[in-house]
């Protein structure tokens, strides 16, 4: 239907007859000469209509409305001069040309739409009711864009190393894995359900001892849990595994795939090779397990300042086996009242009990825990914090866990209030290594495994799981891929032996019998000469997310459900006839509301 797109026509076009489908983006009217820009997904065209070029199509140019589908065949004309005055619109690839129109046609109508393309618009849920309207515009057009060059980076790349992608099932089995599983009923299995994979982890383990190798899959993956900017229940990850290797072979070909994807996409070179940093150096100086390198303000450890403190909370902390740290907000000591009490909120709410400070304004320590300290105290904190005039310190003390990731993440809303990372084009990219490979729930009692119970433990801390009292030492041979504060994606190399996975079912209060219902497959598989083996997930829709410069992964994805796990386009979850519900053998439990 057209014999170019929007956005190929070029000066040596001039001249030429072309056409052109889109959709009515704008239209001006200049004293009854009527200027429209026609939109496809490719970009935009300027198109004039004037009655002596064709009176017809001049006539029922007056009629059209934005998103109005037309077909437009002109001549390739360059913008003119008005009273001396260039007409060439540099902001957009077709600036220098117009088409004259010759003829008009009308595909189809549109209806007055629920809101305006060309601007943004605060409220996601009518974007999300619309979301055909919402990707029309040039930057969801783009995002959709950037997904697929990324996709497609990662499945050339990945095919030129020699894996091979191959699907795994949807209707899998329910097992223990983290999140809640969504749950299938089987009609033909009255009783019993299917699950949807939270990933593919089991399968592609097999696959390993099948002798696949080396396979990969842009998989979909589904997860029963709370919403919010960068999680959505059924997601996208670049699943990759493979036999005989090592964590650094697994690391070095994530640096490559991310490579390939950020050239590919933004055509911009990253590092070769990422720093890494262990998960003990990451807390203790960012108080993250995902830090954001772009910035400074490291927690600072400050055992030895306060460790004979007269002031208690410092010196007891030390005392009962915990810690006391402090970052040092430069120049932030202009702190609002109304900051300071949402950063004391961020701090409570992540199991401090509050948050001690001291401002440095005019010359003075303003704080009122300042009296507690000596001379030497002062001193030596002035020294170890570089505290000069204009600084907010804020101190964490407590277990050392807690006092880490509260003052982690009163690092970042420090960063956001000074605003620090305006203008930052930085791609720091980070390995972030030797995670605990236990965590204990303080409610419960019970050990859990902090990646998944498939990952294996440090080869010098094996022993260490004959001795629950030192389960919380045992690092794991895992790896997380970390861009400027974001979890791209995360890895380890698998247990293969039956004896070492039937060791971490007992660490983990999984007995015989329970773990040869829910996983007597793969210890099965394990049974048949299975290959050492590992590899790694990276989350498409935040890689993309990043690429595209969003600060949500709903932008990046086509149809994604909202903060409440509904899809407002469909009216889905839905509501179903009873006569379906009968037939999978299910009554529902719910009661319904009175009227």
Known sequence: MRTHTCNDLRKEHVGETTSLVGWVNTKRDHHGVIFIDIRDREGVTQVVFRSEESAAAAELSHTLRHEDVVKITGTVAGRPEIDG????????????????????????????LPFQLDKELSNEDIRLKHRYLDLRRPRMARNLKVRHRVTKACRDFLDEQGYLEIETPILSKSTPEGARDFLVPSRLNPGKFYALPQAPQQYKQLLQVAG??????????FRDEDLRADRQPEFTQVDIEASFVETDDIIALVEGLLARSFQEALGVEVPAAFPRMTYREAMDRFGSDKPDTRFGMELTDLADVFAKSEFKVFSGALQSGGAVKAINAKGFACVTTGQMNRLSETAQLHGAKGLAFIKVED????SPIVKFFSEEEKAALAAAMDIEEGDLVLFGAGPWETVCEVLGRIRLECCEYL??????????????????????????????????????????????????SKFGEIRAEAYDVVLNGYELGGGSIRIHEGDLQTKMFAALGIDAAQAQEEFGHILSAFSFGAPPHGGVALGLDRLVMLVAGEDSIREVIAFPKNNRGLDLMSASPAEVDFKQLRELYIKSTREEKKE
């Open 363 to 366: 010359g003075q320590w303003k």
């Open 85 to 112: 005055q260039s007409t060439v619109n540099p902001n957009i690839a077709t600036g220098e040309i117009e088409l004259v129109a010759r003829e008009l046609e009308i595909i189809n109508r549109s209806e007055v």
């Open 419 to 468: 605003n620090l990372l305006a203008g930052n084009t930085d791609w720091n990219f980070l390995w972030v290594t030797d995670f605990p490979l236990l965590a204990k729930d303080e409610e419960s009692g019970k050990w859990n495994a902090v990646h998944h119970p498939f990952t294996r433990p440090k080869a010098e801390d094996e022993a260490m799981l004959d001795d629950e």
């Open 212 to 221: 696949v190798e080396k396979y990969f899959q842009i998989a979909r993956c």
